[in-house]
């Protein structure tokens, strides 16, 4: 069936170094995808987002890469900060009016 | 602008009984989507509505229901509740279609079924 996927379970860096995230997804017909940050406790936050027709896109230390031909997407945090310490999740617009989400990828900043 | 408001946060209750969980979207948002989260299987789509009505339902058995009122408000409701149901249960809001705008998620409800 779709899915959408997650390299690595879990991704240690150092304080002020970049993060790089990445996410396969199968659904070649997905045009919307869209980055999750999610803290212990809470709810998944919205980082950013990213169409079909593009690939890139920056936001706030944020850059999402889009490589359709290879169906991957990655997140890159840069200059990582403790804050950044969460449970990524990439998701994909599925279709009939749903995401489908990743299993997550933990990041964990070394002060 | 309030976010995505979900009521009650946490949740205890016995096999067999049943559980009603409410979702305010943010204001304007008129599509509201719920998910079950737990570390097995991740974030599941449970259901979709819009208008009041259900636009999508996810792979879940009759067990789970939900609906939506004209003010955008939802509720999903869990009959004969079992130990497997223990989750988080996240809202998530959108202006119109979840598949292709900004979808913003409140803190959910944790549930637990004992």
């Known amino acids: 069936g779709e899915s959408v996927g997650l390299h690595l379970p879990t991704l240690s860096v150092q304080e002020g170094d970049n993060s790089i995230i990445n996410c396969a997804y199968s659904?070649?017909?997905?045009?919307?995808f869209i980055w999750y940050k999610q803290e212990s406790g809470k709810g998944p936050q919205f980082i950013i987002d990213i169409r079909s027709n593009m690939d890139k896109r920056q936001g706030q230390r944020v850059t999402v890469l889009l490589n359709k031909t290879v169906k991957h997407l990655s997140l890159q945090i840069a200059a990582t900060q403790p804050g950044d310490s969460a449970v990524y999740f990439c998701?994909?617009?599925?279709?009939?009016?749903?995401?489908?989400f990743g299993k997550g990828n933990q990041v964990v900043v070394i002060p | 602008k309030a976010g995505v408001t979900q009521t009650p946060r946490y949740l205890i209750k016995t096999r067999g009984q049943q559980v009603t969980l409410s979702c305010s979207p943010i204001s304007g948002h008129r599509s509201v989507s719920w998910y079950q989260q737990t570390p097995g299987q991740g974030l599941q789509f449970l259901f979709e509505y819009f208008s009041e009505t259900q636009r999508n339902k996810g792979n879940f058995p009759g067990r789970f229901s939900g609906r939506q009122f004209s003010n955008s408000r939802s509720e999903m409701n869990v009959s004969t509740l079992e130990l497997g149901d223990s989750a988080l249960y996240l809202c998530?809001?959108?202006?119109?279609?979840?598949?292709?705008?900004?979808?913003?998620f409140g803190q959910g409800t944790r549930l637990t079924v004992v």
């Open positions: 998530a809001s959108s202006l119109a279609n979840i598949g292709n705008t900004e979808a913003f």
């Open positions: 998701a994909e617009n599925s279709g009939n009016n749903r995401l489908a």
């Open positions: 659904n070649s017909a997905s045009d919307y």
